[in-house]
């Protein structure tokens, strides 16, 4: 949640909650007066900007050399099988990729979805059999009724 807020943003809903700096005459939030809430300064700023690296691929992931100023994600235009395999080596390497678990976590969904068609089929293919077994049945009841 946002620490500057506009003044009387509680007040108005059409001002929002974004900062605007207070101008008006008898303001009380121009003067800093107590329990008028926070106005951006000097000391409220963030630690230095991170350098963004995108990895496109396992090679890149290997050659990479790691640092503290620097955030690892998997590039977007990546499909997800390269994805995968790239999560599963950043993994194995114990190397700092952002959004890792999301992957790993969607490939464990698709191996699960996998399963569960290949025990559907199994199930069709057992269930075709029955239905030929009885059908075969059938016939053999049926010609020798009628000997």
């Given at each position: ?39 951006p300064r000097i000391g409220y700023g963030s630690s230095a900007k991170k350098e ?96």
């Amino acid at each position: 949640m946002n620490k500057f807020r506009r003044q009387d943003y509680f007040r108005y809903s059409r001002l929002g909650k974004k900062w605007r700096r207070p101008k008006g005459l008898q303001s009380k939030q121009r003067i800093k007066k107590g329990g008028s809430g926070f106005r951006p300064r000097i000391g409220y700023g963030s630690s230095a900007k991170k350098e963004i690296i995108l990895i496109k691929n396992v090679n890149e992931l290997l050659n990479i050399k790691k640092s503290d100023r620097a955030i690892y994600m998997i590039s977007s235009t990546v499909g997800l099988k390269k994805k995968i395999d790239i999560a599963k080596k950043a993994k194995e390497i114990k190397f700092p990729v952002k959004g890792i678990g999301k992957i790993l976590k969607t490939e464990k969904k698709m191996q699960k979805k996998k399963q569960g068609k290949q025990k559907k089929e199994e199930k069709k293919e057992v269930s075709k059999e029955k239905k030929e077994e009885e059908k075969k049945e059938k016939e053999g009841k049926s010609n020798e009724s009628k000997k």
